[in-house]
């Protein structure tokens, strides 16, 4: 059974965006100046969020939930890529299969997972094309605006641990996922990612059942999907079925034509002018964002205020910094709890307002593998990568 576009309608309560960003108080974040009014509705396990797309399901999380280190399970950001995204699978029958170059093929149940032990990482999950909304030029694909990322609590069994249990053969070249979700027509590419054999037996990559230590909800991959920390969820294989070791490269669609951009610091090209070498996509960059107070706030003169925001790196957040108005020197904000080096790094500023008026307040952070966010946004044909130093405007009176 798949899930039709009126199953979807009959189940998903569709809402007004003024009326669930008033009760709220999660209102969208960004601006997109070709976008039309904001739709949005509560699928199945699923606070109102904002419609990008409902076939597939494209659903982003509203923008208060990252006032929080740990993204709730209810508000976690939904990306498929096939309209016929599978229904809940059934434990009884579900099974992992694990084959191809390995000397002892394998199908595991989820209580055979639970029985390997259990791994954990704190770690974003940010869609290659979070912010594509943002873009200018304005470029095809999904109309992200910020919220296309959450940070997870992820449990489940090491891959690296699967594939030794299956035995992988020496002339191994790479590891491919694929997923139960299936494509509207027989000739649409199958939905399969690949990781190097080496990556794939990194100790940090997981096949995770659980999320926030509960068990993954049905719209982000249940029962299990792959986990890949410090890279982009285009990785993340979903709703998990099939692991196959490989002896040579995949040529398959999803990695060879999908999810390209440029070869150069991150991802940055010309309109006018395309670069010919592309290469697939892979770990994330530095970001850092303000989640309170909201845009356009109003703040009293001669009070302290607490600017709060979150960073995150394919490796590490080791700084943040904090300016005051246009020219206003980088000062270091505070770090918080560091949950691992795939995880949000909550930051905070304590700000004494100098003068009544606008101000302008921007935030950039230094990632240990990502390296400063940039004054300016770059710009590639897929929308992938956005990157630079926000901003926040706040009204002193």
């Given at each position: 059974?798949?899930?039709t576009?009126?199953?979807?309608?009959?189940?998903?309560?569709t809402?007004?965006?003024?009326g669930?960003a008033?009760?709220?108080?999660c209102?969208?974040?960004g601006?997109?100046p070709?976008?039309?009014?904001?739709?949005?509705a509560?699928?199945?396990?699923k606070?109102?969020m904002?419609?990008?797309?409902?076939r597939?399901?494209?659903?982003?999380?509203?923008?208060?939930?990252?006032?929080?280190d740990i993204?709730?399970n209810?508000?976690f950001?939904?990306?498929?890529?096939l309209?016929?995204i599978p229904?809940?699978?059934?434990?009884?029958?579900?099974r992992?299969?694990?084959?191809g170059a390995?000397e002892?093929?394998?199908e595991?149940s989820?209580?055979d997972l639970e029985r390997?032990g259990?791994?954990?990482?704190?770690?974003?999950n940010q869609?290659?094309?979070?912010?594509?909304?943002?873009?200018?030029?304005r470029?095809?694909?999904?109309?992200?605006?910020?919220?296309?990322?959450?940070?997870?609590?992820w449990?489940?069994?090491?891959?690296?641990k699967?594939?030794?249990?299956?035995?992988v053969?020496?002339?191994a070249?790479?590891?491919?996922?694929?997923g139960?979700?299936v494509?509207?027509?027989?000739?649409t590419p199958?939905?399969?990612?690949?990781?190097?054999?080496?990556?794939?037996l990194?100790?940090?990559?997981?096949?995770?059942?659980?999320?926030?230590n509960q068990?993954?909800?049905?719209?982000?991959?249940?029962?299990?999907r792959?986990?890949?920390?410090?890279?982009?969820?285009?990785?993340?294989?979903?709703?998990?079925?099939?692991?196959?070791?490989?002896?040579?490269p995949?040529?398959?669609?999803?990695?060879t034509?999908?999810?390209k951009l440029p070869?150069?610091p991150?991802?940055?090209?010309?309109?006018g002018r395309?670069a010919?070498?592309?290469v697939?996509?892979?770990?994330?960059?530095t970001?850092?964002?303000?989640?309170?107070p909201d845009?356009?706030?109003?703040?009293?003169?001669?009070?302290?205020?607490?600017?709060?925001?979150?960073a995150f790196?394919?490796?590490g957040?080791?700084?943040v910094?904090?300016?005051?108005?246009?020219?206003g020197p980088?000062q270091?904000a505070?770090l918080?709890d560091?949950l691992?080096?795939?995880?949000?790094?909550r930051w905070?500023?304590?700000?004494?307002?100098?003068s009544?008026g606008?101000?302008r307040l921007?935030?950039?952070?230094?990632?240990?593998?990502?390296?400063v966010?940039?004054e300016?946004?770059?710009?590639?044909?897929?929308?992938y990568?956005?990157?630079?130093?926000?901003?926040?405007?706040?009204?002193?009176?």
């Amino acid at each position: 059974m798949t899930m039709t576009r009126r199953d979807w309608m009959a189940r998903a309560t569709t809402l007004s965006a003024g009326g669930v960003a008033l009760a709220s108080g999660c209102a969208p974040r960004g601006t997109n100046p070709a976008a039309e009014t904001d739709s949005f509705a509560r699928f199945p396990g699923k606070v109102a969020m904002r419609v990008v797309n409902d076939r597939p399901p494209c659903l982003e999380t509203p923008w208060s939930y990252y006032r929080t280190d740990i993204t709730p399970n209810e508000a976690f950001y939904v990306r498929w890529h096939l309209q016929a995204i599978p229904p809940p699978a059934d434990l009884a029958t579900w099974r992992l299969k694990i084959d191809g170059a390995v000397e002892r093929p394998l199908e595991l149940s989820m209580a055979d997972l639970e029985r390997m032990g259990a791994s954990e990482v704190v770690a974003v999950n940010q869609c290659s094309g979070n912010s594509r909304a943002l873009f200018t030029p304005r470029v095809a694909g999904a109309q992200w605006r910020d919220g296309a990322m959450g940070n997870a609590r992820w449990g489940g069994v090491a891959l690296a641990k699967l594939l030794r249990a299956a035995g992988v053969k020496k002339d191994a070249d790479c590891v491919a996922f694929d997923g139960l979700d299936v494509g509207p027509l027989a000739s649409t590419p199958d939905f399969v990612k690949t990781l190097s054999i080496d990556h794939a037996l990194s100790p940090e990559v997981l096949v995770a059942h659980s999320m926030n230590n509960q068990p993954l909800p049905w719209l982000n991959g249940f029962p299990a999907r792959l986990v890949v920390p410090g890279w982009y969820a285009t990785y993340w294989v979903k709703a998990l079925a099939r692991i196959t070791v490989l002896p040579r490269p995949f040529d398959g669609y999803w990695m060879t034509k999908a999810y390209k951009l440029p070869k150069t610091p991150n991802g940055v090209e010309d309109p006018g002018r395309l670069a010919a070498d592309l290469v697939p996509i892979s770990r994330l960059n530095t970001r850092s964002f303000f989640t309170s107070p909201d845009p356009d706030s109003t703040l009293p003169l001669n009070q302290t205020s607490l600017i709060e925001g979150i960073a995150f790196d394919g490796g590490g957040v080791q700084r943040v910094e904090v300016s005051v108005d246009p020219v206003g020197p980088w000062q270091d904000a505070i770090l918080g709890d560091d949950l691992g080096p795939f995880s949000f790094r909550r930051w905070r500023f304590v700000w004494n307002p100098p003068s009544t008026g606008v101000h302008r307040l921007r935030v950039r952070a230094t990632g240990r593998v990502g390296g400063v966010q940039p004054e300016t946004p770059g710009w590639n044909r897929g929308g992938y990568m956005r990157n630079v130093v926000e901003q926040l405007t706040i009204n002193v009176v």
